[in-house]
């Protein structure tokens, strides 16, 4: 059974301050990985996409992966309150060419 | 913008009725789609793929019989909730991949299930 496992935390930090959220998976021929937001009540948003090894960065947002260490991370920069939501670290690992989610980390940013 | 609409948002009914939750992409063809389900506090968890032109394939413990899923045209499918009982309340959601690779997913808005 393919996993994706991620602290359900809360994780809280102060606004402005850098959001560290991080990510292993089990299945290590996994190529695809991707970061949603999911914010209370509402369905995944797309954060990032990262396929290769090292740091891929858009905006606020840094995702890192590490295959060798089965590991995937999002950094997020100068939080704000409206980063406030529970974000879902998937891996394409399913059958049908599916999405793996972990059961997600519950970030809050504090004003 | 939105890529992938889903319709109704919200369906509460009696139990032992039918629901019928529609899910289309918008400017894109889908020859698969995704439909998933998320009970509170628990993380999304895959139901069938709907595939056009063929049968969905189901995931283990999915009842076909009680979740018909019909992928009527390259942008849209639906997911039927037959004879729908209070542990079928949910929030259904489906996705759609679009992109070269087909890798990148995108999400309906999710309908809330509420069967009374």
């Known amino acids: 059974q393919k996993e994706v496992e991620q602290n359900s935390g809360p994780l809280s930090v102060p606004e402005g301050a850098i959001a560290s959220l991080n990510c292993t998976y089990s299945?290590?021929?996994?190529?695809?990985f991707f970061w949603y937001r999911q914010y209370s009540g509402k369905s995944p948003e797309l954060i990032m996409s990262?396929?290769?090894?090292g740091d891929k960065e858009d905006g606020r947002f840094t995702a890192q992966l590490n295959k060798a260490s089965q590991y995937v991370s999002l950094l997020i920069r100068d939080s704000q309150p409206s980063d406030s939501a529970t974000y879902l670290c998937?891996?394409?690992?399913?059958?049908?060419?599916?999405?793996?989610f972990g059961k997600g980390t519950k970030l809050s940013v504090k004003p | 913008g939105a890529v992938v609409s889903q319709h109704p948002s919200w369906v509460i009914c009696k139990s032992g009725t039918s629901v019928k939750i529609e899910c289309r992409s918008l400017?894109?063809?889908?020859?698969?789609m995704f439909w998933y389900r998320q009970f509170p506090k628990q993380s999304l968890m895959l139901m069938a793929t709907?595939?056009?032109?063929?049968?969905?394939?189901?995931e283990q413990g999915v009842e076909k019989d009680k979740f018909l899923i019909n992928h009527a045209s390259l942008t849209l499918s639906t997911l039927t909730v037959t004879s729908a009982h209070p542990e079928d309340s949910s929030f259904y959601i489906c996705?759609?991949?679009?992109?070269?690779?087909?890798?990148?997913?995108?999400f309906g808005p999710g309908t809330r299930l509420l069967v009374l």
């Open positions: 709907s595939n056009e032109g063929s049968k969905a394939t189901y």
């Open positions: 996705s759609a991949p679009r992109g070269a690779a087909q890798e990148t997913q995108y």
């Open positions: 998937a891996v394409i690992g399913g059958s049908q060419g599916n999405l793996i």
């Open positions: 990262i396929y290769s090894n």
């Open positions: 400017d894109f063809q889908a020859t698969t």
């Open positions: 299945d290590r021929v996994s190529q695809s």
